[in-house]
């Protein structure tokens, strides 16, 4: 089955730096990757996703990268906000449409 | 659009008893639902892929016998914890797909089963 590594675990930045987070595929069938945000206590929320035929894609402060050949993706945070802190989780899925997703990141923003 | 709940939020419950969870879109037809565990501070495992009018596939390692899926209707899927026990502790999420074009899951809020 899929794995999805995601690194790093925790994540400080200073409010108004850039943050990276980074996860890896194992299954070469995968071809959708979205991107959740989660709140302490509350449900997933989807902030951004790709789609195998596309190397990047782009909503407002956020963007995600997809290298295929190495798989691995990435989101990318711009002009961090303190409201930006949360877990944020990255999921491969295949032609079985299952979610499979990383182990999440922590990302603290300070002001 | 797209708005899933989930009832309860919250249940507490002796060892021995049986729980169940619904999980219904609000606002559109959900061919396939899913189940998730979440222990603090850790990732979503999914447990089980729920279709609408047919069995449920479950994940390796998930008792099928221990957590009943069903998904009657386009718009509710249950799952139900059998004679459960503290290490059913967790918080359970399901998510729901909508139709079959579109890939993206929308979460429900999450139930906290707490098994003393």
């Known amino acids: 089955g899929e794995n999805v590594e995601q690194h790093p675990s925790t994540l400080s930045v200073q409010e108004g730096d850039s943050a990276v987070i980074k996860c890896t595929y194992s299954?070469?069938?995968?071809?959708?990757f979205p991107w959740y945000k989660q709140e302490l206590g509350k449900r997933p929320q989807l902030i951004i996703d790709i789609r195998s035929n596309v190397g990047e894609k782009k909503d407002q402060r956020i963007a995600v990268t997809l290298n295929k050949t190495a798989k691995h993706f990435s989101l990318h945070i711009t002009e961090t906000q303190p409201e930006d802190s949360a877990v944020y989780f990255c999921?491969?899925?295949?032609?079985?449409?299952?979610?499979?997703f990383g182990t999440g990141t922590s990302l603290t923003v300070i002001p | 659009g797209a708005v899933v709940s989930q009832h309860p939020s919250r249940v507490i419950c002796k060892s021995g008893t049986s729980v169940k969870i619904e999980c219904r879109s609000l606002d559109f037809q959900a061919t396939t639902m899913f189940w998730y565990r979440q222990f603090p501070k850790q990732s979503l495992m999914l447990m089980a892929t729920?279709?609408?009018?047919?069995?449920?596939?479950?994940e390796q390692g998930v008792e099928k016998d221990k957590f009943l899926i069903n998904h009657a209707s386009l718009t509710l899927s249950t799952l139900t914890v059998t004679s459960a026990h503290p290490e059913d502790s967790s918080f359970y999420i399901c998510?729901?797909?909508?139709?079959?074009?579109?890939?993206?899951?929308?979460f429900g809020p999450g139930t906290r089963l707490l098994v003393l």
């Open positions: 299954d070469s069938a995968s071809n959708y």
């Open positions: 729920s279709n609408e009018g047919s069995k449920a596939t479950y």
């Open positions: 999921a491969a899925s295949g032609t079985g449409n299952q979610f499979y």
């Open positions: 998510s729901a797909r909508e139709g079959t074009l579109r890939e993206t899951q929308y």
